[in-house]
C-alpha cells in the first residue's frame, strides 16, 4: 500500500466500517477510489453485487433509474437526466469487512487470542481486554448513546473503552459521561502496510494534554522530540528516546552537514552512523512502531555519500 495514500485509505476506512450499507465506487472521489483499491489489496473490503436492475444516476447521483439496455450499451433512466450511459465503475459496489477491523484491533491491542470477540448486538462487538479494561467497538457512538445499557454490561473494576468512528456532527469531550472512555477510530489508531497501530493508553486520560505534548513545535516534532509530523499525513509517529535523541543533535546543528560521529556523539550514542538507531529487526517488519521512525528519518534526513556526511534540511528552514 502506497505511503502517500495511509491517511486517505484509513479515513475511508472508517468511514466504510461505520456504514453497514454497500458504497458505490462511482460516488467516490479520485483519491478515495485510489484508497479503495489499498483497501481490496488488503481484503479490508469486498465486492458486493447490486441489483443492476435500478442504479444510482451516474451523471447526478440524486435519484436512481431503471438500467435499460441501448444500441451503445447500458443506461440509467434518470427521472431528472435522462437516459445516462452506465460505465463498469457504476456497477460497482463494496462492502466493508468488519471482522477484518475486528482482527487488526484485537492485534493492535494485544488482546490475549483465548478472548474472542463477541457480537453484542448488531453492529457493536466485546473485542476483549486491554490492561483490565474491557474494550468494545461500535459501528456509531449513536449505538451506545441510544443503549447505555450495552456499556453497563461490560462494566468491571475498570472504565471501558469505546472505538467507534467519529460522528459527522461535533460532539461534547465526553459524550458518554464517564461511563466508558471514547476512542474515536480516526484519532486513537493509524493504518499502515496493512497492520493497525494504537496510540499509548495513557494518551486517553488528558486530551488536552496529549495535544499540547505531540504538539510540532520544533519545525516537524514535538518540544521532547518524541513525536514527528510527516507531510501528507494524518497521525504523528510516535518516537523511542534513542530516535529522538539522533533527531534533536540534528535540529541542533540547524540543518548542516556533519559527520557520524559528530551527530552521535551530540545524541550521547554509541552507534556508528544515525541509520543504525532507526534500523528494523527481522521479527518487527511491517510494525508501524518501528516502521514509521525509520520512514521519518529517511524523509527528513539527507546522505552525502561521497563527503560521508548527514543533515537535516527541515532544521535549516526554522533556524535560519
Known amino acids: ?131 483490565r479494561r474491557p474494550v ?15 456499556i453497563a454490561r461490560t462494566r468491571s473494576a475498570a472504565i471501558p473503552w469505546l472505538i467507534t468512528p467519529k460522528p459527522l456532527r461535533d460532539v461534547v469531550d465526553d459524550p458518554l459521561a464517564g461511563a466508558a472512555a471514547w476512542l474515536p477510530l480516526e484519532e486513537r489508531f493509524t493504518l499502515y502496510g496493512g497492520n493497525i497501530s494504537f496510540m499509548e493508553p495513557e494518551a486517553v486520560a488528558d486530551a488536552a494534554v496529549y495535544a499540547d505534548i505531540i504538539e510540532a513545535v520544533n519545525g516537524p516534532f514535538s518540544t521532547d522530540f518524541r513525536w514527528v509530523h510527516l507531510p501528507g499525513e494524518s497521525a504523528p509517529i510516535g518516537l523511542s528516546e534513542a530516535h529522538a535523541s539522533v533527531f534533536g543533535a540534528f535540529w541542533h546543528f540547524g540543518g548542516q552537514e556533519q559527520e557520524a560521529h559528530s551527530v552521535m556523539s551530540r545524541a550521547g550514542l554509541t552507534s556508528d552512523k544515525p541509520i543504525d538507531v532507526f534500523k528494523v529487526k527481522t521479527k518487527n517488519k511491517g510494525d508501524p512502531k518501528y516502521e514509521g521512525p525509520l520512514r521519518a528519518y529517511r524523509e527528513l534526513v539527507k546522505t552525502n555519500q561521497r563527503a560521508g556526511t548527514y543533515a537535516m534540511p527541515c532544521a535549516a528552514k526554522v533556524t535560519s
Open 136 to 150: 468494545i467497538l461500535s459501528r456509531c457512538l449513536d449505538l451506545l448513546l441510544q443503549q447505555p445499557s450495552l
Open 1 to 131: 500500500m502506497s505511503k502517500a495514500n495511509n491517511a486517505t485509505t484509513w479515513a475511508l476506512a472508517c468511514r466504510l466500517f461505520g456504514n453497514e450499507e454497500p458504497t458505490l465506487e462511482s460516488a467516490l472521489s479520485d483519491p478515495e477510489r485510489g484508497a479503495l483499491a489499498a483497501l481490496g489489496e488488503i481484503r479490508a473490503v469486498k465486492q458486493h453485487q447490486l441489483d443492476l436492475r435500478y442504479v444510482l444516476c451516474p451523471y447526478c447521483q440524486l435519484h436512481r433509474g431503471q438500467v435499460v439496455q441501448t444500441v451503445t450499451g447500458l443506461a440509467c433512466q434518470c427521472p431528472d437526466c435522462g437516459s445516462i450511459a452506465v460505465d463498469a465503475v457504476d456497477r460497482q459496489a463494496w462492502l466493508f469487512d468488519p471482522d477484518w477491523l475486528i482482527r487488526k484491533l484485537r492485534g493492535a491491542l494485544n488482546v490475549p487470542a483465548q478472548q474472542g470477540a463477541v457480537a453484542m448486538v448488531n453492529g457493536v462487538w466485546r473485542l476483549g481486554t486491554y490492561q
